[in-house]
């Protein structure tokens, strides 16, 4: 293992994320209510820890193995979501002790979306920016980000890439070199969190607002700069522009990327472009926006059944609106939908373990694997009726290996093993039996706002349990088996 080697990376990464803290700091000068120095503290001790990590180990070029990459991953989002709590633990307003800032810090991070601060609506500009920022670093992956600007790493970016970017089928590549499919990923990324602020502030949102809530839409995070969410500015087009980029953002960016590459080719004389057709021959997408419509008129009709809205548009757009935000693991809210009728608020937060498509910036299990699972369950029970028929599983007419079957019903079970010690770990801390379940179920799907007590925040959680929660947001960040990859004696082997 070559530790030296690893430790000058994560060196290198803790330097270039240090930089960061200058953005809030010069939001604070911009706007004037405070925090600015606090960030350019944290910009300080940041970078010198990233300088130490790379000096002391500057000289060790070693040419990595995956393991190695898989290593450099956890350690990366440990470290940097330890560092990224910096400001919490500095600033005085919201005041927050250690294990606040630190689950507030990878809660941005991850994606999640689980907040144990209130009152943002009086915080400084500076802090609600860093808010959604870290959430919009860790949306696509701080590190697919090093992997396409820092080719001073020194080592093959696939190694970060494969243990970095979600989904199952993690060796595919849409340009020949891996920088470049970092790069291709990042500029879709930031095209579309530039086209989402555009859009929010057409509809009404101030500059600011605009920009940080698209910062949360597109990596599908969920903080807002405002207690009530999305519901503080009683729009009905803010709430469509947020459903329609959520869904964006809940696809496969792959297929984002082909569609562009059709686009992009008809002004070089390639074949006519198919566009939407491209999405809609591909089986996940398909799949992801049956669950969509599915759980769409499930509400729609159980909100009418029960007269919940008294409006009958409102009862379509807030069905509209939650089913998507909750399913794809956004967590925005217009209401509290834990206060819906019927089963419909445990039905959307089981729904978060469906969540968005491999690939995309979506939490929960994804789409893709969900899809083969329910393919491998009919092809079980095929099998039970004709016990002696060869039946592969296709996806149209593509056969897929037994390897990668195998593969999903591993994550599957591994996944769940993760859920449970982490529910039993938040009850021994304190929670009730069913906080805790709802806790982790939000924590590990990535997804924010559960039931019960924690339905608006986190801040009635135990301390201890916020360190179980925080443990499970980074596996359903890091998709279980990059983070228990390290906790294997093979591993540590030569």
Known sequence: MQFFSIIRIVGILVICFSFTMLVPASVAVVYGDGGGWEFLEAFVLNFVV??????????????????????????????????????????????????????????????????????????????????????????????????????????????????????????????????????????????????????????????????????????????????????????????????????????????HFMVLDQFHGRYKGQAKPQFFGLYWRDYEFRFFILVQLSLFVICLVVLWWHNHFADGSLNLSQALFQAVSISTTAGFSTSDFSLWPSFLPLLLLLASFIGGCAGSTGGGLKMFRVLLLYLQGRREIHRFIHPNVIQPIKLGKNVLSERVVEGIWAFFSAYFFIFVICWLAAIACGMGIFDALNAVIACMNNLGPALGSISQNFTSVPDSAKWVLTFAMVCGRLEVFTLLVIFSPTFWRD
């Open 50 to 255: 990233g300088t130490l990590l790379w000096a002391f180990c500057r000289n060790h070029k070693q040419e990595l193995r995956s393991r190695e990459g898989f290593l450099i991953v956890v350690l990366f989002w440990v470290v940097l979501g330890s560092l990224g709590a910096v400001p919490f633990i500095l600033l005085e307003n919201p005041n927050l002790n250690f294990s606040e800032s630190i689950f507030e810090s990878f809660s941005g991070l991850t994606t999640t979306g689980a907040t144990v601060i209130t009152g943002l609506d009086y915080l400084p500009k500076a802090i609600l920016f860093y808010r959604q920022f870290l959430q919009w670093l860790g949306g696509m992956g701080i590190i697919v980000l090093a992997v396409a600007i820092i080719p001073l790493l020194g080592i093959g970016g696939m190694q970060l890439y494969r243990a970095e970017m979600p989904g199952p089928l993690k060796e595919q590549k849409m340009r020949p070199r891996i920088a470049e499919t970092a790069k291709a990923l990042w500029l879709i990324y930031l095209s579309l969190t530039i086209l989402c602020a555009i859009a929010y502030w057409l509809a009404g949102m101030d500059s600011f607002d605009a920009l940080t809530h698209s910062f949360a839409t597109v990596s599908i995070g969920g903080f807002s700069t405002y207690d009530n969410s999305i519901g503080h500015f009683n729009s009905e087009w803010i709430n469509y522009i947020t459903t329609g980029f959520l869904l964006i953002s809940a696809c496969n960016f792959t297929l």
